[in-house]
């Protein structure tokens, strides 16, 4: 339950860069998603603002290329947005492409480089199950999160039973590559293959709700089609 291993988690940060080079992980991603990830997206980034005023500064945690910067940048046009991510190349595509108002910080999820209570609300989209340790990852989130502040994490979950499992096993390592080939990639879409590693190393979602609730007062978590899901958190529970 811990994350991904090193190994792991350097394959997994070069295949995004190189595939986000090529132009081809955005496209790809949502296929394989039959094109509803951009839809979830609008969706977990509505909630952290859902019934209460605007938030004035918000992380997007594992930012990738900036698909879910550009989003999050849309909805609330008027918050300073900082997209956090290990890899300076994605940080250089994201800040270009959300546009003036974003700030780019590199930084992993275990080690964020912000203070405690900086952000009203907080986003991971599709990037959390990449960590290489999911609990200090929510640790972090906790950390520099407002009292008052929220997280919603979009992402892969592993399932609860074994007939799932194997289902969704079949959709990320064979169908994932297949896609991947069949849009352009080159023998690059095979690396879509290794998303069924990080979907094995990734939380059930009763683990995701029990480990969350240990650091926020209010956690709910949404499964979608696809073996998507969204956890809401709300409220970080500070030491006392």
């Excluded at 595939?19 to 998603?33: F, N, Q, R, W």
């Excluded at 945690?61 to 550009?70: D, H, W, Y």
């Excluded at 992402?155 to 096993?169: Q, V």
């Amino acid at each position: 339950m811990s994350g991904l291993e090193g190994e792991l988690w350097n394959l997994i940060v070069d295949d995004i860069q190189r595939l986000s080079t090529k132009g081809c992980y955005e496209p790809v991603s949502d296929a394989i998603s039959f094109y509803l990830a951009r839809k979830l997206r609008v969706l977990a980034a509505a909630l952290i603002g859902l019934n209460r005023d605007p938030p004035e500064a918000i992380l997007d945690a594992g930012c990738g290329p900036g698909t879910s910067t550009k989003v999050v940048r849309a909805l609330y046009p008027r918050a300073k947005v900082v997209a956090m991510d290990p890899g300076a190349l994605n940080l250089l595509r994201a800040s270009r492409a959300a546009g003036d108002g974003t700030g780019a910080a590199q930084g992993m999820f275990e080690h964020m480089p912000f203070r405690e209570g900086s952000f009203d609300g907080a986003v991971a989209m599709f990037s959390f199950r990449d960590a290489a340790n999911y609990l200090m990852a929510l640790d972090e989130f906790s950390r520099v999160l407002k009292n008052d502040g929220r997280l919603a994490i979009l992402d892969l979950y592993r399932p609860e039973n074994s007939l799932e499992l194997a289902m969704s096993l079949m959709q990320f390592r064979y169908i994932g590559p297949a896609i991947g080939l069949a849009m352009g990639c080159g023998r690059d879409g095979l690396k879509f293959g290794d998303i069924y590693r990080t979907v094995l190393s990734m939380l059930t979602p009763s683990q995701l709700v029990r480990e969350a609730s240990r650091r926020f007062r209010r956690v709910s978590f949404k499964p979608t089609p696809f073996l998507v899901g969204i956890l809401y958190a709300e409220g970080p529970r500070r030491p006392s």
